[in-house]
C-alpha cells in the first residue's frame, strides 16, 4: 500500500528553526508537496521537488532524498503566523496525489 | 469570483437527505477534485475530473456522484447521507495537459458538512 508518514505534532520557539520530516513509499514518483493549512482555512502550495537535493524560497526550504523516501521541511526564523498544519503529498506513478495526516506545527513566544 | 469557489460554506442536514455541494473556478483548470479532511487522516479524494465531461473515482467514492459538464463547475452530491460523512470537503483544481500534472492544488475555502 502507499504510505506517508510525518509527525503530528510539533513545537518550536519564535525566531527559532523547525524541521518537519516526511517519509513515504508509494507506487512511483513524480513529485513531493508541501503544503500549508492554517486551521479552519485551506492549504496552500508552499513547495515541490522531483529532483534530490534542496529547493529554498525565504525562509522556508523543503529537501528531497528519492533514495531514502524522505522529505523535510526547514522553516527559518519562526513566526508567530508560522503556526499551522504542514502537508507532505506524492504525486504517484498515475499522477494521483497521495497525503500524510500533516503536521501541526506550534510556535510559542 | 476569483480562484475556486465553495457552497456552502458549512451545512447541518438530517440522514437520508439528498445534498450537493457546489464548487465554481474560473482558472480555466483542467482537473478537478473532491476531498475529504477528517481529524487524523490526510486528505482523501473522493472523485476526480481530468478534463470536461470525464470523471473519476478516487479513494474513498462510495456514497458520493460527481459531474462535470463544463471546465467551471464540480458538484459533489450525496444522494442519501449518513453520519460518516460528516466531514469538511475540499474542492481543488490544477491545470493538466493529458498525463502531465504540475501537481500543484488550488484549494477551495471548504464546506464542513454535518450529517445528524
Known amino acids: 500500500g502507499q504510505n506517508i508518514d510525518q509527525p503530528t505534532e510539533m513545537t518550536a520557539t519564535e525566531g527559532a528553526i523547525v524541521q518537519i520530516n516526511c517519509t513515504y513509499q508509494t507506487s512511483g514518483f513524480n513529485g513531493l508537496f508541501w503544503y500549508q493549512q492554517h486551521a479552519g482555512e485551506a492549504p496552500t502550495f508552499l513547495s515541490y521537488n522531483v529532483l534530490d537535493g534542496l529547493e529554498e524560497k525565504g525562509r522556508f526550504s523543503s529537501f528531497l532524498s528519492r533514495s531514502k523516501g524522505y522529505s523535510y521541511l526547514l522553516l527559518k526564523e519562526l513566526q508567530m503566523k508560522d503556526s499551522a498544519s504542514y502537508l507532505c503529498?506524492?504525486?504517484?506513478?498515475?499522477?494521483?496525489?497521495?497525503w500524510g495526516a500533516g503536521t501541526k506545527l506550534i510556535i510559542k513566544p | 469570483i476569483a480562484g475556486i469557489t465553495q457552497a456552502p460554506t458549512s451545512q447541518i442536514l438530517a440522514a437520508g437527505r439528498r445534498m450537493t455541494l457546489r464548487c465554481t473556478q474560473d482558472?480555466?483548470?483542467?482537473?478537478m477534485y473532491w476531498y475529504r479532511q477528517d481529524l487524523g487522516l490526510g486528505l482523501r479524494l473522493i472523485h476526480y475530473s481530468n478534463t470536461a465531461g470525464t470523471t473519476g473515482k478516487g479513494e474513498v467514492p462510495d456514497g458520493y456522484s460527481v459531474s462535470r459538464a463544463n471546465t467551471d463547475d464540480f458538484p459533489l452530491t450525496l444522494a442519501s447521507a449518513v453520519p460518516s460523512q460528516t466531514s469538511v470537503y475540499f474542492c481543488a483544481s490544477s491545470l493538466r495537459e493529458g498525463s502531465l500534472n504540475t501537481g500543484e492544488l488550488f484549494f477551495g475555502e471548504g464546506s464542513r458538512l454535518t450529517v445528524l
Open positions: 503529498a506524492v504525486l504517484d506513478s498515475n499522477y494521483q496525489l497521495i
Open positions: 482558472m480555466r483548470h483542467n482537473a
